[in-house]
Structures are given as C-alpha cells and as structure tokens.
C-alpha cells in the first residue's frame, strides 16, 4: 500500500516546484530550486520587479500556508549580474521582497556549497552573491567536508540619522536611530516600550514593532543614496541586555507584515555596527556577538570603513551558521481554491 504511495505522480498539468529547505540560527530559509520561469532583467532589482508583476503568486504559494506560515522566508537563485558574481539571489518574505538578508547570505551559502552548486574549497569557499543591495561576498568555512559556519562582508553600511523621535498611538513619543545595512532599520532600545527580548512578549514585540513601523514611516522619508526600489523602512530592531554573558546586546527584528527574525538579523547587525561606530562605541577590529530572542548568535565585525554617497559607511563583517532541514517538491493543483496561498498572523 506505501509503495504505490510512493510512486504515485501528480497529473501533468499540476505545478511541480522543488527546494532545499534550511534555517539560520533558527530563522527558516526556503531555497527554491526547480519548477519557476526565469526571470528577465540585467540587474536584480530588474528581476525582482518583474517578478512582482508576473509570478508574486507563486511567492503567496510558497512562503504563505499551507505550504508555509506567517514567518516564513525563502530566496530565488538568478544567474549573476556582476562579473564578480557566482549567482544573484531574490529573497522572499509574508509580505514581499527584501533588499538584502544576512541570515539569507548565511543559508544561501551553506546550500550552495552543501549541494555541491558550487565547489567545495576547504579550508574557505569564497562565493560572490548579487543581491537587490548590491553585491556581497560570503565565505564558507569548511571542515571534515561540510560547511562549519559562514561569514560574510556585507555592502556599505550608514547612519541615517540619530536620537530621532516619533509620536505612536499607545505609546508616546519614542526615540530611534535609523540605520542601514543592506535594508533601512528603526534601532529601539526594548527597555523603553516596556518589554524584553525574550519569548514571552513576542506579541507585544509584533504589535509595539509594527506601530513604531508605522509612524516613522508616515513621518519621514527614507532616501537610499542611489536606488529608489530600496528607499524604505523594513523593519524594526528591538535592542537589549544579552542573554549570554560573553554577547555584547541582543536584537529582536520586527519586519515585513510583522514577521519576527529569529536569528539576530544579518541587515540589522550590519547597521547596528554602523552605530556602534558612529558612536564611537566599537574599536575598528572589534568583534562582538549578539544575541536573537531564542538565544542564538550571530558575530561582528568592521572590516573596513567607507563612503557611501554622501554618508560616512562602514563594510561589516557577520557570522553565523545554518543548516538543511528538508528537501521537498510542492505541488499546486490547479483547481485547488487555496493554491495562492493565506496567511494568519
């Protein structure tokens, strides 16, 4: 009886989309690797619109139930725009696409090397990945023939601005730096809305992080020096005590439709050391970990300081590790009134 499950084919006429599925310190990573069309463009902005415009529906399908959740995150791989390039990535969210992920860079990388899509040079695999940001150069470190952990050097990272505030409904006036690291965050120090980094106020965090979202984004504009496509407020980074001793904070990243990052968020570790550095509060080749809300860690660092239009930026260093969970073929029927997918939050 299993075995005739087993073999059992899906008609024809059903789509058939494969991946490889992993998670980055905690943080789920759908990487899609057969059943969509190919997307045209020279640049991967390009792509990503033309892929909002033509297929967002498969987006739906593949992040949303009942194939995924409200939190759920996956990337398409492209050929490379840059000659510098092995591939270029599209990452996907419950509400649409990001500029750039960090915790994607991380599982991207592991896959990549992992499934042999690129070749595995131990000690270190060096792989060049275009993303809607721009161009990031990831290293896989390998040993006893898998990846141990990867760390990348993420596109230039600023200030934006500094002790700004914002009046919330509900919450008063608050106060916010904004900072970029391949997509524009509002830093909250969590102790000042009344919560903590940790599990039990991960509803509170949802709605105080959405809120403040929110009435930053009604107030103020949010100029990217040079893309248009990336001039927006992605999220919300909730800073606080660490939860291991030897961590230097910990960060809990609102973004999308009220997605929680459960790994310290690449992006936004990448334009916390921005800060840091605008502060002065980092030595140059300072390395400091944080922590995420389940207590995993990613590691920092300045590798190098930099312009960036007319900001003073810096090019970040971060660290983490992923791991495969699964492979899988989905199937879309396409008489099923729910192939679109939904999403509960």
């Given at each position: 009886m299993l075995s005739k499950m087993h073999t059992w084919q899906p008609p024809e006429n059903w789509l058939r989309i494969t991946t490889i599925d992993a998670h980055t310190e905690g943080e789920p990573f759908r990487v899609i690797t057969g059943g969509l069309p190919d997307l045209p463009g020279d640049t991967i902005l390009a792509r990503r619109r033309y892929m909002q415009t033509h297929w967002d529906h498969l987006r739906t399908s593949l992040m949303w139930e009942p194939r995924g959740h409200a939190d759920m995150y996956g990337c398409i791989v492209t050929p490379p725009v840059s000659p510098q390039a092995d591939f270029g990535v599209l990452f996907l969210h419950n509400e649409g696409y990001s500029s750039m992920c960090g915790h994607g860079i991380i599982g991207i990388a592991t896959v990549a090397v992992t499934a042999s899509m690129i070749d595995m040079q131990a000690p270190e695999t060096k792989i060049g990945i275009d993303s809607p940001a721009g161009l990031v150069t990831a290293f896989a470190r390998v040993a006893d023939d898998r990846v141990s952990s990867v760390y990348f050097h993420n596109v230039p990272s600023f200030v934006l601005a500094l002790a700004e505030t914002v009046q919330v409904p509900g919450l008063g006036r608050i106060t916010y730096d904004l900072a970029y690291g391949g997509a524009f965050y509002a830093f909250v120090d969590v102790d000042a809305v009344g919560l903590t980094n940790t599990p039990k106020d991960f509803a509170a965090l949802v709605s105080t992080g959405m809120a403040i979202k929110r009435a930053i984004g009604a107030q103020r504009s949010i100029p990217h020096p040079f893309e248009e496509d990336l001039s927006f407020l992605y999220g919300t980074i909730f800073t606080g005590p660490p939860h291991h001793k030897t961590s230097h904070s910990s960060h809990v990243c609102i973004f999308a439709q009220g997605e929680v990052d459960r790994s310290p968020t690449g992006t936004g570790v990448s334009a916390r050391l921005a800060l840091l550095h605008a502060r002065h509060a980092i030595r140059g080749n300072q390395s400091i970990e944080i922590d995420s809300i389940i207590g995993s860690r990613f590691s920092g660092c300045?590798?190098?300081?930099?312009?960036?239009?007319?900001?003073?930026?810096?090019?970040?260093?971060?660290?983490?590790?992923?791991?495969?969970?699964?492979?899988?073929?989905?199937?879309?029927?396409?008489?099923?009134?729910?192939?679109?997918?939904?999403?509960?939050?």
């Open positions: 300045i590798v190098e300081t930099t312009t960036f239009g007319s900001h003073q930026a810096v090019i970040p260093e971060v660290e983490g590790t992923a791991h495969i969970t699964g492979r899988h073929e989905f199937l879309i029927d396409p008489k099923d009134p729910l192939r679109d997918g939904f999403v509960l939050r």
